[in-house]
């Protein structure tokens, strides 16, 4: 299958030492649609930069939208980039607390334990209502559904760089141009 381009993707290599893995340009491309598809006006991406800079530079949810990352390469140049180290939900600025109508998540780890102080974050950042978009593995679907009240989607990502595969996981029915219909980079379960 050949990938659109995607300029985040041609700039920014993955680094180990963050645990960075990029999404494939087809799979951000269906996020970037999910988002504009699920009516978000202002999201917040957590550990998710290469979504965040893959929306349209020219967007209202771009403009309104914020990065919140370990990773400081983007500090200078963004200035929606928030330091985030998930381990201090708590040292979330206040002035962007409540402050968003959807939260895309996809920690460097895969533990309970990461999972609890993510949704933390989220649940401070989004307003009543907000949307949560997460990638994790399928057998963490119950605990995405009783920490966000989230469910798999039938969007599989690819993520070239990764050995396992992720799930896609919304608190609210996912778009049909979006993560509701299947992804044909990732084959079919047997």
């Known amino acids: 299958m050949e990938q659109p381009k995607n300029a985040f993707l041609m700039k920014h290599t993955e680094k180990e030492e963050f645990n960075q893995y990029w999404y ?10 999910e988002l504009c598809g699920c009516g978000a006006t202002k999201a917040a991406f957590l550990s998710t930069p290469s979504v ?18 370990y990773d400081e390469q983007w500090a ?3 200035p929606h980039f928030c330091k985030y180290d998930f381990k201090a ?20 780890f895969i533990t309970h334990e990461v999972w609890e102080l993510y949704a ?13 978009l997460a990638s994790t593995v399928a057998e ?3 605990l995405m559904e009783s920490l966000l009240g989230a469910k798999p989607c039938a969007f599989k990502p690819s993520i070239p760089h990764l050995v396992y595969q ?4 919304t608190s609210y029915e996912p778009t049909p141009e979006g993560l509701g219909a299947k992804n044909p980079e990732v084959p079919e379960d047997d």
């Open 24 to 33: 494939s340009s087809y799979t951000i491309e269906a996020l970037v649609k």
């Open 166 to 169: 992720y799930n896609f996981f």
């Open 76 to 78: 200078r140049s963004e």
């Open 89 to 108: 939900p708590d040292a979330l600025p206040a002035e962007l607390r409540g402050a968003f109508d959807a939260v895309v998540i996809d920690p460097p």
């Open 52 to 69: 965040f800079f893959s929306l349209p530079k020219g967007s209202d949810l771009r403009a309104a939208s914020w990065v919140f990352d």
């Open 140 to 142: 963490n679907a119950p």
């Open 120 to 132: 933390q974050a989220a649940k401070m950042l989004l307003a009543p209502g907000g949307k949560v």
